[in-house]
Structure formats: structure tokens, C-alpha cells
């Protein structure tokens, strides 16, 4: 069973930035698409970053151009860089495999933007 380890959230004021990372325990890493995602409260589960294997990105139209993914494969870490934070990026952010997600999730890191 794959564990996945989110850190880097907290409290940031709007404008602000935040740096997230996903340790994962899988030796295969390198072959999968990762990707963020994030859970408001009282919402559903939506992905906001994905990249692929070889290193390409997309992003939700809501986070374009405000976040950065990014991984490095040697040390099976998924980074995702957040800066221009709204109080509509506040939720708990978790890293998963994509399209597919692993079925066990990590604890997530809570991210909060408000002054």
C-alpha cells in the first residue's frame, strides 16, 4: 500500500505563498502521473495540478498562473508552489496518483488564506 505524506500548509494572508510537498513510499514513482488536489469545505474533492511522468503540467483555470507543480523523481517528491493565495484557495490539499488516485489517501495538508 503506497503512503502519501503532505506537508508545507498553514495559515498565509491573501497575496501571500505557500510551498506544499508529497513524500510517497511507492519505489515506482518516477512512472506515475501525479497530481494536487484540494477539498473545501462542503465541497467535492477537485484536482487543481497534474503532472505527468515525463514532466508536463496542466492546471485548474482557477490556480493557472498562481501555482507550480513539480516533482523530483529521486526523491519520490511532488511539489506544488502557490503564490497570489486567495481566501477561495483555503482547503486541505492532498497529493495523489492521476487520472487513477491510489485508494489510500494521505492525512493532507490544510491550507488557510485570511487576514
Known amino acids: 500500500q503506497v503512503q502519501l505524506v503532505e506537508s508545507g500548509g498553514g495559515l498565509v494572508q491573501p497575496g501571500g505563498s505557500l510551498r506544499l510537498s508529497c513524500a510517497a513510499s511507492?519505489?515506482?514513482?518516477?512512472?506515475?502521473?501525479m497530481a494536487w488536489y484540494r477539498q473545501a469545505p462542503g465541497k467535492q474533492r477537485e484536482l487543481v495540478a497534474r503532472?505527468?511522468?515525463?514532466?508536463?503540467?496542466n492546471y485548474a483555470d482557477s490556480v493557472k498562473g498562481r501555482f507550480t507543480i513539480s516533482r523530483d523523481n529521486a526523491k519520490r517528491t511532488v511539489y506544488l508552489q502557490m503564490s497570489s493565495l486567495k481566501p477561495e484557495d483555503t482547503a486541505v490539499y492532498y497529493c495523489?496518483?492521476?487520472?487513477?488516485?491510489?485508494?489510500?489517501w494521505g492525512q493532507g495538508a490544510q491550507v488557510t488564506v485570511s487576514s
Open positions: 503532472i505527468s511522468s515525463g514532466g508536463s503540467t
Open positions: 495523489n496518483k492521476a487520472p487513477a488516485p491510489f485508494a489510500s
Open positions: 511507492t519505489s515506482i514513482f518516477s512512472i506515475y502521473d
